[in-house]
Every structure is written in structure tokens, then in C-alpha cells.
């Protein structure tokens, strides 16, 4: 008797299930970035801050400001440009999943 019901709540479950597992994935993806963005920032500032010490004139420290701030310039598009794929892949297949699931 309940078992045909826990077979049909199973397949109303599947797309949602599914649903789930994709934006598990988009979080856990975007995290990681994040995370990385963040070691590479908080390296680019360490290495700036080690070489503060060596500037002697004032020039010097123009360059290696613009040195810094063109490496996390480069950090943070790449991690944007992540984002997005990562936004865009969980988007299409989101949008897959529910043109199956409503085909049906």
C-alpha cells in the first residue's frame, strides 16, 4: 500500500533532490574561490609589506604600490571572472533540470 505512494514522492522529490545538489556544489565552488582570492590578497599584501623595507626613495615605493595594487587588480578579476562561470554553469543547469522536469 505504501509503497507505490513512496515511489511517486521519490520521483516528485527527484527534481528538487537534483535542485539541491546543484546549488550545493555552486556554494562549495564559490567558497573555494573566495578562499583563494583571499590566500592570494592576504600574500600580495605580506610580500608588499616586506618590501616597504627595502624602499629608499620615493619612487620606489610608487612602483612597488602600483606593483601591489595591479596583482590584486589581476586577483580579483580572476576571481570575478570564476564567479560568474560558476553562477552561469549552476544557472544552465538549473534551467536544464527544469525543462526536464516540466517536460514531463
Not at 619612487?59 to 604600490?65: T, V
Not at 562561470?85 to 536544464?96: G, P, T, V
Request: net charge neutral; charged share 25%.
Amino acid at each position: 500500500m505504501f509503497e507505490p505512494l513512496n515511489e511517486q514522492m521519490k520521483q516528485a522529490m527527484g527534481p528538487m533532490q537534483e535542485m539541491v545538489k546543484i546549488q550545493t556544489a555552486l556554494l562549495e565552488s564559490l567558497t573555494r574561490q573566495q578562499m583563494e582570492c583571499t590566500q592570494q590578497c592576504v600574500e600580495a599584501t605580506l610580500a608588499q609589506t616586506k618590501e616597504l623595507t627595502q624602499c629608499a626613495k620615493p619612487e620606489d615605493l610608487y612602483k612597488l604600490q602600483q606593483a601591489y595594487a595591479k596583482e590584486l587588480e589581476g586577483s580579483l578579476k580572476l576571481a570575478g571572472e570564476r564567479n560568474m562561470a560558476a553562477l552561469n554553469d549552476a544557472r544552465e543547469a538549473l534551467f536544464a533540470l527544469t525543462k526536464k522536469s516540466t517536460a514531463k
